[in-house]
Antibody
Framework: EVQLLESGGGLVQPGGSLRLSCAAS????????MTWVRQAPGKGLEWVSA????????YYADSVKGRFTISRDNSKNTLYLQMNSLRAEDTAVYYC???????????????WGQGTLVTVSS | EIVLTQSPATLSLSPGERATLSCRAS??????LAWYQQKPGQAPRLLIY???NRATGIPARFSGSGSGTDFTLTISSLEPEDFAVYYC????????FGPGTKVDIK
């Protein structure tokens, strides 16, 4: 059974940093691209970032480019999102999701974690 | 940038009725379109990919159609568990989601 378990969310002040993790199991992690999608309270889904299976290429939405860094450790089956210079508008539930393809920054997402809430507020 | 619009914003129907949801792209996305279902407090679930292919374990009452700029998700006969928000997503450039259609109980 595929499982994705996010952690690392919480309350952070504007300008602060946070690192999210997503532990994957039930599939060959190194064979698939992974992504982060966020959802602000009461709003729709917004793609944030993606990384191909090897970690060799990464992709970002314009709204987070230069502030967020996606990475993965295939030996630990874990996906990360380092978030710096956080703003109030980054407040959202952050989901990690498994891509349906390996070597592309854009795909569909067939498995999702339960999400972790990031709140940026003073 | 491709913009996805979904209509209607809200669809009020009764169990057993047919639901027809629309997703329109500002430029062609070929058949690179997916549909997701999201219930309150839950993560999205992939229903349809490549416009018309049901994902693993998705009931046959869900079907997708369309190509280019106009797409439709049809639920042939609504079950109580189908009342949720539905999002379309294109993957031609970067992943982008539509604003969603809420299907609620009439």
């Amino acid at each position: 059974e595929v499982q994705l378990l996010e952690s690392g969310g919480g309350l952070v002040q504007p300008g602060g940093s946070l690192r999210l993790s997503c532990a994957a199991s039930g599939f060959t992690f190194s064979n698939y691209a992974m992504t982060w999608v966020r959802q602000a309270p009461g709003k729709g889904l917004e793609w944030v970032s993606a990384i191909i299976n090897s970690g060799g290429s990464t992709y970002y939405a314009d709204s987070v480019k230069g502030r967020f860094t996606i990475s993965r450790d295939n030996s630990k089956n874990t996906l990360y999102l380092q978030m710096n210079s956080l703003r109030a508008e980054d407040t959202a539930v952050y989901y990690c999701a498994k891509g349906t393809k390996a070597v592309t920054g854009t795909s569909y997402f067939d498995y999702w974690g339960q999400g972790t809430l990031v709140t940026v507020s003073s | 940038e491709i913009v996805l619009t979904q209509s209607p914003a809200t669809l009020s129907l009764s169990p057993g009725e047919r639901a027809t949801l629309s997703c329109r792209a500002s430029q062609s996305v070929s058949t690179y379109l997916a549909w997701y279902q999201q219930k309150p407090g839950q993560a999205p679930r992939l229903l349809i990919y490549d416009a018309s292919n049901r994902a693993t374990g998705i009931p046959a009452r869900f079907s997708g159609s369309g190509s280019g700029t106009d797409f439709t998700l049809t639920i042939s006969s609504l079950e109580p568990e189908d009342f949720a928000v539905y999002y379309c997503q294109q993957r031609t450039t970067w992943p982008q989601f539509g604003p969603g259609t809420k299907v609620d109980i009439k």
